[in-house]
Nanobody, 122 residues
Framework: QVQLVESGGGLVQAGGSLRLSCAAS????????MGWFRQAPGKEREFVAA????????NCADSVKGRFTISRDNAKNTVYLQMNSLKPEDTAVYYC???????????????WGQGTQVTVSS
């Protein structure tokens, strides 16, 4: 079992930045690919970004490319999502997710965090 706890959400003005963190515990962190997803009110949960176990491979949704960056620190058992140039449409609950396989973390994560709210005001 992997426990995931997100932090760093909050209220920010459009154009601002936030960095989300997700602390993992329970299993060897470096054995898991990690991802970020988000869910806006009235919408389905959507993929945001993913990173491989070593951190050498990353992928982002087209809607956030050039603005969001995913990274990880295996020594700290933490994955990050740096969000720049935030837009009101980025407002959502952001979830951290994990799966042993990189390709699968994008499709069907095995573990989920509880989420952290990000609100971008115009």
């Amino acid at each position: 079992q992997v426990q995931l706890v997100e932090s760093g959400g909050g209220l920010v003005q459009a154009g601002g930045s936030l960095r989300l963190s997700c602390a993992a515990s329970g299993r060897t962190f470096s054995n898991y690919a990690m991802g970020w997803f988000r869910q806006a009110p009235g919408k389905e949960r959507e993929f945001v970004a993913a990173i491989s176990r070593s951190g050498g491979t990353t992928n982002c949704a087209d809607s956030v490319k050039g603005r969001f960056t995913i990274s990880r620190d295996n020594a700290k058992n933490t994955v990050y999502l740096q969000m720049n140039s935030l837009k009101p449409e980025d407002t959502a609950v952001y979830y951290c997710a994990a799966h042993p396989t990189y390709s699968m973390v994008v499709i069907t994560p095995r573990y989920w965090g509880q989420g952290t709210q990000v609100t971008v005001s115009s």
